[in-house]
C-alpha cells in the first residue's frame, strides 16, 4: 500500500474537511487545492498549495478551468506499477497525487429553487469535479478518492493503522461510490435538461 503524499482536495461541501487536512497534514500530506476550499483551509491556518502554483497555470473563465491540466490528471492518472507511465511522468514534471477529496456543485438544490434560470442551471453543472473523480477512482489501486464527508474518519483511522497508507480494498470501495455519485449527477442533469421544452 503506497504512502499518501500528496492530495488534491476542492469541495463544495465544507464540512468537517479543515479537520480532516488538519490530520491529513500531520502525516506529512502535501495538500493542493482550488478556490473557495483552498481559502478556507488556509484561513484555518492549513498549508495548502494552490492548483495554479502546482500547475503553473491559472485559473481561468471564472473559474471554469482549475483543475483541467496534464500535471493534475496525470498525477491522478498515472500507473505507478507501469515503467512508461513513470518515466512519461519523470520527462513531463508530473508528481503523483494519491488523494483526490471532491463533492460536486449542488446542481439538484439549484435547480430546484423556482427562480432558477436555464443559464444559472447550466452554470452549475460541475466538470471538472466530476472529471477528477472519475480519474481518481478509475486509479484506484493507487488513488484514494473521497466524495462524502461521512468517510474522512475512517480513511484518517485507515492511515494510522498503516502508516499513512489507505488499503487497495478500502479505494475500491471508494471508487464504486464515485461511479454511483457521478450517474446520479449525470442523470438529475440529463432529467432537467429534458424538462426544457424550447429555448
Known sequence: MPRISRALIS???????AGFAKELREFG???LSTGG??????????????????????????????TLHPKVHGGILGVRSNASHVQAMNNYGIEPIDMVVVNLYAFEKTIANQLCSLADAIENIDIGGPTLL????????????????QDYSAVI?????HS???????NFTLAKKVFRLTNQ???????????????
Open 37 to 66: 476550499t483552498a481559502k478556507t483551509l488556509a484561513a484555518s491556518g492549513i498549508q495548502i498549495k494552490e492548483v495554479s502554483e502546482f500547475t503553473g497555470f491559472p485559473e481561468m473563465l471564472d473559474g471554469r478551468v482549475k
Open 11 to 17: 469541495v463544495t461541501d465544507k464540512s468537517g474537511v
Open 157 to 161: 483511522q485507515e492511515m494510522k493503522t
Open 164 to 170: 499513512g497508507s489507505v488499503s487497495e480494498a478500502t
Open 134 to 149: 472519475r480519474a481518481a477512482a478509475k486509479n484506484y489501486p493507487f488513488v484514494t478518492v473521497i466524495t462524502d464527508p
Open 29 to 31: 500530506v502535501e495538500i
Open 185 to 199: 449527477y449525470d442523470s438529475a442533469i440529463a432529467t432537467y435538461l429534458e424538462s426544457i421544452e424550447s429555448l
